[in-house]
């Protein structure tokens, strides 16, 4: 029997009469998506190269990537911001990254429209629109774009992924995680990995195989109900996390070095039609050493992280496959367009010489070559947060110059792949019109015949800023749309305007040209300076690879398009420049709580994030937790903030109080006390006085005296010559009772649970003595005794 269904603001076109018998039914009509519409698959990979993927020249074995570009597109002039949460916020609203107040990571935000971090509800995402066509939509991975203040159970969760039209989420919400103890929230709460790294844990299959399972659960309820998937991968960001069987793959093939990476891979490249057979490669980068004048220690060191990260890509792209393969075993592949992408070029934050720890390029921590030589053998495990020199950078984003964080288009210009068998009839083409990442939106609402909407939720749109490129699916000649692009990141400027590039590189075309390093500020002088003689100019359909400046000889266009610059620049909120760089990271942001000193923090609760944690860095602050010891002792962390990337952590081993102390992995400092912890009720504190000041552009944090009290009586003491300046983390928090995630020291295995029992935890960082507080710790104790 057939329903009669009506639409809504329809009448009600049934008959209501006194009883039942008399009357005819009508149904709301369920929000149904038009048949036969295609499913949308957005797979975003992070910091990859534009030389990294083996259909773009790689040596790096990447066959299901390698299918996709076969069975549809590959675009060479594909943008993106040079940034990972600016980039994403394209991606998924059609509108520029100021636009979407994301002027950097939302940990670098600023107090101005355009980099504030509170995406405008008025820039709705393509999850939001899709959701009201009657897509089931999913985001997997990497997130990145909340507000880092509003990341907490706090909330408010309306820029979590669930706040932003997506129905399901599994990932992380920050903007990195350790690949083997990543911290995982499923929709809005924070969950544990159902494994451990000894029993084969790793994020990227997990993350496919949820995948995988939500689309099958709704898929077996209504098969022909589209789904749009927002899948980001944690590769190839840091940590390069990888088994070692993968990255063993690549034993001795990067011995030669990564000049010889990039003669090979440009080569290739024209071969491929990725580039024009006149193209000339960058030049080989002032910043990056020369690898012939290397000593074998460091050749040996610099290509075993590099075959970690070629493992790393390789086993991202085994699993991805796994993922178009079910969507083959379903019969979806042929009708789900699918857009690949990364989210900027490849990363230098490993440095010059690596790194067995990220973190410490985000406290200006320099690295030591000794601790990267002495960890060779466990780089890719669960023990380091590594990353690669800036040599294998400027090699992954072959034929280009510079990397992630500059515009240059070795940090803009990315590999973007277009597969749609049942709509596109080009196979394994090469498309070279100008695109950047806002053109995805409107390209995929115009492959699905959808027009932007004019209200989400109440809300009024803004315009989509991009444009669509479904015209050059089945036409390589079609002519490009997307004509102007501005780009702006820590004060590293351009301009695309049809074919030609104007740049005005900050701190300059190199650190070692310049003599600075990246952070430097950039005041109003310097900036009239800048616009005055910093500016390049090239002629990309000559010079894709920016190597010829033509400043000189084409003034008067160099003039107009700084002219233009500044034009796009008031239309999109790109003022004020901020060049600070990794001091954005320190700037104080509102938080959804009354500022205060104390902070009571309990067991059994969520994770607090460090960007909604005390801030106790540089600062004397003490930390106290009221625990219950059982008859026979019990070991055990009761307090920790951070990760084996840096924190610190305040715990129970053989029976005696202990705090522990990991600077960004680069040392590690223990204190303990006297003797062994009384059974009972007890509160156990650590309290930190800065002796110095701290010099955070040297990474340096300040030093000071560390004290162990028990009941507030002094237990135990020692020093820290040297603390973290400016970060524990990106993804530090505060856990009570527990190590959970990577282990802030080597002493002990994750999660270290305390065998007792825990009250509650209190931060402290008015400054004031735990022993001036003796008195009304006695009273407390006194008090929960009572009420036990």
């Not at 019109?433 to 803004?462: K, N, W, Y």
């Not at 700037?587 to 960007?611: F, H, L």
Request: aromatic share 10%; proline share 7%; hydrophobic share 35%.
């Amino acid at each position: 029997m057939a329903l009669t269904e009506y639409e809504p603001g329809q009448a009600f076109p049934g008959v209501i009469g006194r009883t039942f018998d008399v009357s005819k039914p009508a149904w709301p009509a369920p929000n149904r998506a038009k048949q036969g519409t295609p499913n949308v698959l957005f797979i975003v990979l992070d910091d990859t190269g534009f030389g990294h993927l083996g259909c773009y020249g790689s040596p790096i074995s990447t066959p299901n990537l390698d299918a996709l570009a076969a069975d549809g597109l590959r675009y060479t002039n594909m943008h993106t911001t040079a940034l990972c949460s600016p980039s994403r916020s394209c991606m998924v609203t059609g509108r520029n990254h100021h636009s979407n107040a994301m002027s950097c990571i939302t940990e670098g935000s600023t107090g101005y429209p355009g980099g504030n971090g509170y995406m405008p509800f008025e820039n709705g995402m393509i999850s939001e629109i899709l959701l009201q066509n009657g897509y089931n939509t999913y985001a997997i991975g990497k997130w990145h774009l909340t507000p880092s203040e509003a990341t907490s159970a706090a909330g408010p969760y309306d820029r979590w992924p669930l706040g932003r039209g997506f129905e399901r989420y599994y990932g992380f919400l920050g903007g990195d995680t350790h690949q083997y103890y990543p911290e995982l929230v499923r929709d809005n709460m924070q969950v544990e990995p159902e494994k451990t790294p000894e029993e084969g844990y790793h994020l990227t299959p997990d993350l496919v195989e949820k995948a995988k399972a939500m689309i099958a659960d709704a898929k077996q309820v209504a098969p022909d109900k589209p789904f749009f998937m927002y899948f980001c991968t944690g590769a190839c960001h840091a940590p390069h996390h990888v088994p070692k069987e993968w990255a063993d793959k690549y034993q001795g093939k990067f011995d030669d070095g990564w000049d010889a990476y990039r003669e090979k891979v440009f080569a290739r490249q024209k071969e491929l039609g990725i580039v024009p057979k006149n193209t000339t490669l960058s030049r080989h980068d002032p910043d990056v050493q020369d690898w012939g004048k290397l000593p074998a220690n460091e050749r040996k060191l610099y290509a075993r992280m590099m075959e970690v990260f070629a493992g790393f890509l390789e086993h991202a792209d085994h699993h991805i496959g796994e993922l178009i393969a079910f969507l083959k075993e379903l019969g979806e592949y042929e009708n789900t367009l699918i857009m690949v992408i990364s989210d900027n070029g490849a990363s230098a934050e490993g440095g010059p010489s690596g790194s067995v720890n990220e973190n410490k390029f985000f406290n200006n921590v320099p690295d030591s070559l000794e601790q990267n030589l002495a960890a060779i053998d466990d780089i890719g495990g669960p023990k380091y947060f590594n990353h690669y020199p800036w040599g294998w950078t400027h090699a992954g984003n072959t034929p280009f110059r510079r990397w992630k964080r500059e515009t240059y288009r070795g940090g803009v210009s990315d590999p973007f792949l277009v597969c749609w068998p049942k709509g596109i009839k080009a196979k394994g083409q090469v498309r070279t019109q100008f695109a950047h990442a806002i053109d995805m939106v409107p390209t995929v609402l115009d492959c699905l015949g959808i027009e932007p909407p004019t209200h989400i939720r109440g809300v009024t749109q803004s315009p989509i800023e991009g444009f669509s490129l479904k015209s050059s699916f089945d036409d390589a000649k079609a002519a490009p749309l997307h004509i102007t692009q501005y780009f702006e990141m820590f004060g590293h400027r351009s301009l695309y305007h049809d074919g030609w590039r104007a740049v005005c590189p900050w701190p300059g075309t190199s650190f070692v040209e310049s003599g600075l390093g990246f952070g430097a500020p950039i005041d109003y002088d310097k900036l009239t300076e800048l616009d005055a003689h910093g500016w390049e100019l090239y002629n990309l359909n000559d010079d894709c690879a920016e190597t010829n400046n033509l400043a000189d000889k084409e003034r008067e266009r160099l003039i107009a398009m700084i002219g233009m610059w500044y034009v796009e620049a008031g239309k999109y909120h790109v003022l004020p420049i901020d060049s600070r760089g990794t001091l954005r990271l320190g700037e104080p942001r509102p938080q959804i709580a009354v500022d205060r000193k104390k902070y009571v923090y309990y067991p059994g609760t969520q994770i607090v994030p460090s960007s909604a944690a005390p801030r106790v860095l540089n600062a004397p602050h003490s930390v106290s937790v009221h625990a219950t010891v059982p008859k026979g002792g019990a070991d055990g962390c009761l307090f920790s903030m951070g990760g084996n990337d840096g924190g610190f952590a305040l715990y129970i081993q053989d029976g005696k109080l202990t705090y522990g102390y990991n600077y960004v992995a680069d040392q590690r400092f223990k204190v303990q006390a006297d003797g062994k912890v009384p059974e009972g009720d007890h509160v156990f504190s650590v309290e930190f006085k800065p002796t110095g000041k701290p010099d955070p552009l040297k990474g340096k944090g300040a030093p000071g005296d560390i004290t162990l009290l028990i009941d507030g009586k002094k237990a135990g003491a020692g020093t820290l010559p040297v603390t973290i300046p400016l970060s524990l983390g990106l993804s530090a928090g505060v856990s009570v009772g527990a190590d959970s995630g990577s282990p802030v020291m080597t002493d002990y295995a994750p999660p270290f649970r305390f065998g007792g029992t825990i009250s509650k935890a209190l931060v402290d960082i008015t400054g004031e003595a735990v022993e001036d507080k003796k008195v009304a710790i006695e009273a407390y104790l006194k008090a929960a005794m009572a009420r036990q």
